[in-house]
């Protein structure tokens, strides 16, 4: 059964939802009118950033040229090429651990390797990334009929599933032979074909510097991704870099239209990692549900306040689609 703190944390999406989610767009305005009193949230946002007072409520941003995005997409496959050259040895020591009967190395190797993953920041076929691949390697059981139970539960989680909770290393050996062959689909060719390269996909995988975050609020703060490991503030700081990275590879455009929204980002990231490090640190594998409850809310309210600072993102960085 949830704890009450895990329903709170789920009670946290519906705002981050409001706030530019799933391909929303919100009016980009800084402060309210005599015609319109009351700004949108995004305002607050944006005018915490440094946006002109002045700004009028119907005001929008110029839309993203696909070309401008040539460029931080082509840094972001570069940060994939090189996380992928080192997840794809980590799964192979999982396997091997698995193998010789280690179930202590396996646990620490596949928790090593997840991390890897998270930090692609593509998980759980988020906005068609890998397409039905990136669902086979890190998927959930949840949607599936039968669950865990699916054949097509495949991937990190029933990897999770077999070391932690059935404690059976031959299921989970076969479970990492499974998810070696499953990333050594990915390579630089198909990194390149997978990413977006239409003006739609590109204005879907600009969302991903605010929607990886709020993935981490749904599934690992409530836990319902977690398969025995308790691995969600892992997972949470997995997030927070990929997030970091997002941010980087994005800057130049969004500094351009909203000055100091990056660094605004970034300290409210940094305060994600201060929570983290509060509750036990990124390698802790303590059970969310038993952090005292000061603890609980830090995480809890630093991750809104991040989510927050980077709703914006998804006006900023609309993107023209031709005949929209």
């Not at 390797?113 to 959930?140: C, K, M, R, S």
């Amino acid at each position: 059964m949830r704890s009450g703190l895990a329903v709170c944390a789920l009670a946290l999406i519906s705002t981050a939802l409001l706030a530019g989610c799933g391909g929303t767009r919100l009016l980009v305005t800084a402060t309210a009118t005599t015609e319109h009193p009351q700004a949108s949230p995004a305002a607050a946002s944006l005018s915490s950033t440094g946006v002109s007072a002045t700004t009028r409520v119907a005001t929008r941003i110029a839309p993203i040229v696909p070309v401008e995005l040539y460029q931080p997409l082509a840094q972001y496959t570069v940060y994939v090429d090189r996380l992928l050259a080192r997840l794809k040895p980590q799964l192979r020591a999982l396997r091997s651990a698995a193998l010789a009967n280690k179930p202590s190395t396996a646990k620490r190797d596949w928790l090593t390797a997840h991390v890897t993953w998270l930090e692609i920041g593509q998980d759980d076929n988020a906005y068609g990334a890998f397409g039905e691949l990136g669902e086979e390697i890190d998927g959930p059981a949840s949607g599936l009929e039968g669950t865990i139970s699916n054949p097509r539960f495949t991937g990190f989680h029933e990897v999770e599933l077999d070391l932690w909770r059935k404690h059976d290393l031959s299921a989970a050996a076969a479970g990492a032979k499974r998810l070696v062959s499953l990333v050594g689909e990915l390579n630089h060719s198909t990194v390149a074909a997978d990413l977006p390269t239409t003006a739609l996909a590109l204005d879907g995988w600009v969302l991903r510097c605010h929607e990886i975050l709020e993935d981490a609020l749904r599934d690992s703060l409530s836990q319902d991704d977690d398969y025995g490991s308790n691995s969600d503030l892992t997972s949470l700081a997995a997030d927070v870099t990929a997030t970091r990275e997002m941010l980087i590879v994005l800057s130049p455009l969004l500094e351009a239209r909203v000055p100091r929204i990056v660094t605004q980002g970034s300290r409210d990231l940094s305060a994600v990692d201060a929570a983290i490090q509060s509750a036990g640190g990124p390698l802790t594998t303590r059970n969310l549900a038993e952090l005292p409850l000061r603890q609980r809310q830090a995480l809890d309210q630093a991750t809104g306040a991040a989510l927050e600072a980077l709703a914006p993102v998804s006006e900023l960085m609309q993107v023209s689609v031709p005949g929209s």
